[in-house]
């Protein structure tokens, strides 16, 4: 989690991640970021001492993102597979804003910053595994399921499919591929017909 942050900052933050987004790594400069906010570089230097640094920063300002939204739907949704569908959804809205060509120029440019991103990734296993877990004390997963395999197993699908080189050489959209991995995941492949023909009803 980033440390407590004033107004300014949240607002060079938030800016910058939609500069980053839209622009990517490569044309993002301190000196667009400035003019984009009409706000002199020695400000936001006075904040941010340098450009990886204020990356950093800019990264840890959308995990950050995510984790408060994922602690807001565990407060306010009592069922707990939509809870979990609800987290997807949000991953999905935030990876749509990232196109995979942009992912690419972080992964090349900072790797430090891109294995902090597989580390948050990968933090995300709890969260998976306390949904799920729940909905199957629910009746909503199947009990013979190994929840806490499933959650290791999914998290790792997630971290080792889902890299830049991944949606660029299958021309697939970051958003699109995590929402059909979900249905995958949550709704299967086979109908009630394809079940009964594998033996499996």
């Known amino acids: 989690m980033t440390d407590?942050?004033?107004?300014?900052?949240?607002?060079?933050?938030e800016e910058g991640f939609e500069e980053v987004t839209s622009q990517g790594v490569r044309?993002?400069?301190v000196e667009s970021l400035a003019s984009r906010l009409a706000m002199s570089k020695k400000t936001i230097y006075k904040f941010f001492p340098t450009k990886e640094d204020l990356l950093d920063k800019i990264l840890e300002f959308a995990t950050d993102r995510?984790?408060?939204?994922?602690e807001r739907i565990r407060l306010e949704e009592p069922n707990p597979a939509r809870r979990f569908i609800l987290m997807m959804d949000f991953i999905v809205k935030m990876a749509g804003?990232?196109?995979?060509?942009?992912l690419s120029e972080l992964k090349g440019r900072y790797p430090l910053l891109w294995k902090k991103l597989e580390q948050f990734r990968l933090e995300r296993r709890a969260d998976f595994y306390e949904f799920l877990s729940d909905a199957q004390k629910?009746?909503?997963v199947r009990v013979d399921m190994?929840?806490?395999?499933?959650?290791t197993?999914?998290?790792?699908?997630?971290?080792s499919t889902f890299q830049p080189e991944f949606f660029v050489q299958n021309d697939m959209s970051v958003s699109k591929t995590i929402r059909l991995f979900v249905d995958i995941i949550t709704q299967g492949l086979f109908t009630e017909k394809g079940l009964k023909s594998v033996g499996t009803e």
């Open 4 to 13: 407590q942050i004033n107004p300014q900052q949240e607002h060079i933050l």
């Open 27 to 29: 044309a993002f400069t």
């Open 66 to 70: 995510i984790v408060n939204e994922i």
């Open 97 to 102: 804003k990232v196109s995979p060509q942009r």
């Open 138 to 140: 629910a009746g909503y």
């Open 146 to 151: 190994d929840i806490d395999a499933v959650a």
């Open 153 to 159: 197993l999914y998290i790792h699908i997630v971290n």
